[in-house]
């Protein structure tokens, strides 16, 4: 066996090693969405909140009820986008969506999702809403750092990126919302650029 079949084969074992423990075909499109419909979101709730005749949220509020449904639907529309997409790239991939890897994966990544989701309702019912933005971004970090070692290396990025911005706007909750519109809108969309031209495009 030539020095190079030898390389070969190693190239090879170690593909096979990467897709037996990550999950590899995570679509960079559907991050790419998933951070418009954040930006279409974040404009209809900003255009909501401006335009009232208080310009500002109450938590019994009509507004604040609409601004909830609107975020519902981004998250169904951006989760919808992603299962598609990230089923239709595994199919072309040739890779099982559903196994012990994706297991872990979703596991790892829904638990402090959840957590914080539960937490962030039960602050709201308290009337505490200031810092909501920035807990959303820092729960959504961790939970794309505690899943990344499943996954694409760059979703760590991603995770660190969100933590940051996330303090950030716990320092500064005046100015939180503009956070969150660059964590769950502007980063998705350059996460997934990025994610598409090294992972899907040469496909």
Same mark, same amino acid.
Do not use: C
């Given at each position: 066996?030539?020095s190079?079949?030898? @390389?070969?084969?190693?190239?090879?074992?170690?593909?096979?090693?990467?897709?037996?423990s990550? &999950?590899i075909?995570?679509?960079?499109?559907?991050?790419? &969405?998933?951070? &418009?419909?954040?930006?279409?979101?974040?404009?209809?709730?900003?255009?909501?909140?401006?335009?009232?005749?208080r310009?500002?949220?109450?938590?019994?509020g009509?507004?604040f009820?609409?601004?909830?449904?609107?975020?519902? @639907?981004?998250?169904?529309?951006?989760?919808?986008?992603?299962?598609y997409?990230t089923?239709?790239?595994?199919?072309?991939?040739?890779?099982?969506?559903?196994?012990?890897?994706?297991k872990?994966l979703?596991?790892?990544?829904?638990?402090?999702?959840?957590?914080?989701?539960?937490?962030?309702?039960?602050?709201?019912?308290?009337g505490?809403?200031?810092?909501?933005?920035? @807990?959303?971004?820092?729960?959504?970090?961790?939970?794309?750092?505690?899943?990344s070692?499943?996954?694409?290396?760059?979703v760590?990025y991603?995770?660190?990126?969100?933590?940051?911005?996330?303090l950030?706007?716990?320092?500064?909750?005046?100015?939180? &919302?503009?956070?969150w519109?660059?964590?769950?809108?502007?980063?998705?969309?350059?996460?997934?650029?990025?994610v598409?031209?090294?992972h899907?495009?040469?496909?």
């Amino acid at each position: 066996m030539s020095s190079e079949d030898y @390389l070969k084969d190693i190239s090879e074992i170690k593909n096979l090693m990467n897709k037996s423990s990550r &999950f590899i075909s995570l679509s960079g499109l559907a991050g790419i &969405f998933a951070g &418009f419909y954040a930006l279409i979101g974040a404009g209809y709730a900003y255009w909501l909140v401006t335009s009232s005749t208080r310009g500002y949220l109450i938590l019994d509020g009509k507004i604040f009820k609409i601004i909830l449904i609107d975020l519902l @639907l981004v998250l169904f529309f951006s989760v919808g986008t992603a299962i598609y997409l990230t089923t239709k790239r595994a199919k072309q991939n040739g890779e099982r969506i559903w196994d012990a890897t994706t297991k872990r994966l979703l596991v790892s990544f829904l638990v402090p999702l959840i957590s914080g989701g539960l937490y962030i309702i039960i602050i709201l019912s308290q009337g505490k809403y200031g810092h909501t933005g920035a @807990l959303m971004l820092l729960f959504y970090g961790l939970a794309l750092l505690n899943a990344s070692k499943y996954t694409v290396s760059n979703v760590k990025y991603l995770g660190y990126t969100e933590i940051i911005l996330g303090l950030i706007g716990a320092v500064f909750p005046g100015y939180d &919302f503009w956070f969150w519109v660059i964590g769950f809108g502007i980063m998705h969309i350059i996460y997934g650029g990025i994610v598409y031209v090294k992972h899907e495009r040469k496909q």
